[in-house]
């Protein structure tokens, strides 16, 4: 795949500053606590590698897949659970955390599905929020950038499973 018609539109360097300060915030919210960060793949992978190592409260990672973009730029608004969780969230701290939240279903599903587990408590960290095309309403504990109605790549987002590596967050033209 191509890498040329790629607009910057947050650097490598902002988002190290944006997840240092997000990590010391959540950090402070649940000094004395310990929390469950679930990661929501394939997306917020990076994310969540770099957060976890900014979060100075003692904490444990599981991992979720859920899709509903396939190789498209569109949510096809059916949100299907590829891989559950490997352990109960009862009584646990949880922070899902995600790369972007675009119309909102992912959240959506998964914090109906998540809240009938039981957990002590249930919040969201994003990286990056796209307020203007939300379908449902849904919003962050957390949140990183806020960025206007365009499809982005990078730093674990991807366009056909594509992209997931570059440092920053880029704008995907199509010309
Ligand atoms: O708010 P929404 O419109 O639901 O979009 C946000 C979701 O879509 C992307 O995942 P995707 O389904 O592309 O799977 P992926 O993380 O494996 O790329 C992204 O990682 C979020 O989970
Ligand atoms: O802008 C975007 N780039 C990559 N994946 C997604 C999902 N929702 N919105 C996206
Ligand atoms: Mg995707």
Redesign the pocket.
Known sequence: MEQENLKELISKKEIQNKVKELGKQISEDYKGEEILAIC?????FVFTADLLREVTVPSTVEFLA????GASTE?SGIIRILKDLDCSIEGKHVVIV??????????NYLMKTLSTRKPASLKVCTLLDKPERREVDMKADYVGFEIPDEFVIGYG??FAEYYRNLPGVYIKSDE
């Open positions: 929501v793949l394939k997306g917020s859920v899709s509903s973009y949510s995600e790369d972007i939240i675009d119309t909102g279903l992912t959240l987002l991807d």
